[in-house]
């Protein structure tokens, strides 16, 4: 099972939010370098060498944090704009870092670069590679971030492209499980819901004889259902409508495999019309159109 090549909306809560972790961090740096506030504090009294250290030591800790700040806003402004051989040569420098926000947008940075059309396959199968290895070590450095379980889904799937039918349906379980906690840990992340819903729909409807290949390999393969496929993509439109021209499609198909005509035709019909910004919306259009004429 594989993750469809997607661009998700920048993470701006996810950045608000970093920002304000950053904030805080700033206004008690800010109090802790005022002497009387360390005083009230109850911090020991510094010697004047030792308190010019200690100062000198905090700003540049501002400055790093200022920094990290204003790398991570032009990287998500990079991202937002499709600019990605940019985004890439702005992240690789930190690819030895150790903070999990430089990491798990790396790790995008080198899949989105992965799907350029004019990527070699060599190359393609590189940035892949290195971008399961990112995201993995985000991981291994954040296990409370959102965006690190969604990235980690779905640079697995990709991975899994390359490896056997055992591997992927193995990792499917995987994938499940980290997009769940992503939801957990973000339950506003329309990328999550959409794509735990392709995954449903994804196993919901595997052919009979693939599914008696996958009982064959696992006692217990992963199963799932078209109703539980279209309550991830709703959800995903009522946290962020019209956010994604396949997650309108998706709910379309999801409706005309369950015969529910009519309201495939409402959602189709909103794909057909999304404004075709990308690549993958100009595909959405054509399949829309596709589908619909097969409703007549």
């Not at 790093?64 to 940019?86: G, M, N, P, V, W």
């Not at 930190?94 to 798990?104: M, P, T």
Request: charged share 25%; glycine share 4%; proline share 4%.
């Amino acid at each position: 099972m594989s993750v469809p090549a997607l661009r998700s909306r920048p993470l701006r809560k996810n950045y608000v939010e970093s920002r304000a972790v950053n904030g805080q961090m700033l206004d008690t740096l800010g109090t802790i370098t005022n002497g009387r506030a360390a005083l009230l504090l109850g911090l020991p009294v510094l010697s004047a060498l030792s308190y010019e250290a200690f100062c000198r030591f905090h700003a540049s800790a501002l400055v790093c944090a200022l920094e990290k700040d204003e790398i991570l806003e032009q990287a998500d402004y990079l991202y937002s704009c499709a600019e990605t051989e940019k985004l890439y040569e702005l992240l690789v420098k930190y690819k030895d870092s150790d903070e999990a926000e430089f990491l798990w947008r790396l790790a995008r940075a080198s899949r989105e670069l992965s799907f350029l059309p004019d990527t070699d396959p060599q190359r393609k199968t590189q940035l892949t590679s290195e971008a399961f290895e990112f995201v993995k070590r985000a991981l291994e450095r954040d296990d409370t971030n959102f965006a690190v379980h969604k990235w980690y889904a779905i640079c697995l799937s990709d991975i899994g492209e390359s490896q056997g039918v055992k591997a992927k349906i193995g990792n499917s379980f995987i994938i499940r499980e980290h997009l769940e906690k992503a939801i957990q840990l973000n339950p506003k992340d329309p990328t999550s819901l959409h794509i735990l819903g392709y995954w449903c729909f994804a196993f919901a409807e595997l052919p009979w004889y693939q599914r008696k290949v996958a009982a064959v390999i696992f006692e217990s393969p992963p199963t799932s259902t078209f109703e539980e496929a279209l309550e991830f993509f709703l959800k995903a439109e009522e946290v962020d409508p019209n956010f994604y021209s396949k997650n309108l499609l998706m709910l379309g198909k999801t409706y005309m495999a369950m015969k529910d005509d009519q309201n495939a035709l409402l959602w189709l019909t909103k794909a057909k019309d999304y404004p075709a910004h990308t690549p993958e919306d100009k595909q959405v259009h054509k399949e829309a159109e596709e589908l619909l004429k097969k409703l007549g």
